[in-house]
C-alpha cells in the first residue's frame, strides 16, 4: 500500500494554541517523511522532515514526533500565528528508483486572531 | 522562492485537446517530477524523469507523456484532455544523489478542461 492518510481535514485555532496534524502510514518502505506548506495559488514548500530513525525534530515552533512502531507521525505547531493559516500536507518518500512522494490528503488550517 | 518556474501559470481548453506545461527545474538540479493535485486534494505522482528517461510512473494512463532536455527542462504533454484531468500540475525539481530528498515545487500550472 502506497496510501497515507491525514487527518483533520481542517482545523480551527486560536491564535497562541498548539496546531497538530497526524499521519499514518503502511508501507514499511518509506523512510523519509516530510510536511508541506501550502498558501493559495502557490506550490507545496518543504516546512520540516525527518527520518524514521528519530522520534523527534524541532525546528523553531514546527515538531515532528514520529512513532514507526505505530507507523504514524505528526506535526506539532507551537504558538500559532495567523500567517500560518494555510494547507498542510505531510508525505512519505520511497527511496526506489522513482523517488516518489505520496501525500496525504491535507489539513486546512485557520489560526484565528 | 523555490527557483523552479512552470509555465503557463493558467490554462483552459476543451475536451479532447492536447495541452503542454512547462518545467525549469532548479539550479543544479538534474531529477524533474510531475504531479497532478485536484481541489482539495494532495498532489499525485505522475512521473519522473532523470537523464532524460522518465524513471517512474504514477497511476497515470498513457495519454500523459513528458520529456526532460539537456538543460533538465521538463515537459508534460496530456493528450485527449479529459474533464477530470481539470488540476493544479505541480513540477518538483531534486538532485539524485543518495540522501537528497528534498523536492522544490514551483507554483503550478492550473488547467481547467471545459
Known amino acids: 500500500q502506497q496510501q497515507v492518510k491525514q487527518s483533520p481535514q481542517s482545523l480551527i485555532v486560536q491564535k497562541g494554541g498548539i496546531s497538530i496534524i497526524n499521519c499514518a502510514y503502511e508501507?514499511?518502505?518509506?523512510?523519509?517523511f516530510p510536511w508541506y506548506q501550502q498558501f493559495p495559488g502557490k506550490g507545496p514548500a518543504l516546512l520540516i522532515a525527518?527520518?524514521?530513525?528519530?522520534s523527534e525534530k524541532k525546528e523553531g515552533r514546527f515538531t515532528i514526533s514520529f512513532n514507526k512502531s505505530a507507523k504514524q507521525f505528526s506535526l506539532h505547531i507551537m504558538d500559532s500565528q495567523p500567517g500560518d493559516s494555510a494547507t498542510y500536507f505531510c508525505?512519505?518518500?520511497?527511496?526506489?528508483?522513482?523517488?516518489?512522494?505520496?501525500f496525504g490528503s491535507g489539513t486546512q488550517l485557520t489560526v484565528l486572531p | 522562492e523555490t527557483g523552479v518556474t512552470q509555465s503557463p501559470t493558467h490554462l483552459i481548453k476543451t475536451r479532447g485537446q492536447q495541452v503542454t506545461l512547462r518545467c525549469s527545474s532548479q539550479?543544479?538540479?538534474?531529477?524533474v517530477s510531475w504531479y497532478q493535485q485536484a481541489l482539495g486534494q494532495g498532489p499525485q505522482f505522475i512521473f519522473q524523469?532523470?537523464?532524460?528517461?522518465?524513471?517512474g510512473r504514477g497511476n497515470f494512463p498513457p495519454r500523459f507523456s513528458g520529456l526532460q532536455f539537456p538543460n533538465y527542462s521538463s515537459e508534460l504533454n496530456v493528450n485527449a484532455l479529459e474533464l477530470d484531468d481539470s488540476a493544479l500540475y505541480l513540477c518538483?525539481?531534486?538532485?539524485?544523489?543518495?540522501?537528497?530528498?528534498?523536492?522544490?515545487f514551483g507554483s503550478g500550472t492550473q488547467l481547467s478542461v471545459l
Open positions: 518538483a525539481s531534486s538532485g539524485r544523489e543518495p540522501g537528497n530528498e528534498k523536492l522544490f
Open positions: 508501507n514499511t518502505a518509506f523512510d523519509y
Open positions: 525527518i527520518r524514521p530513525d528519530v
Open positions: 508525505a512519505a518518500f520511497s527511496s526506489g528508483s522513482a523517488r516518489q512522494l505520496t
Open positions: 539550479s543544479g538540479h538534474n531529477t
Open positions: 524523469y532523470y537523464r532524460e528517461e522518465e524513471n
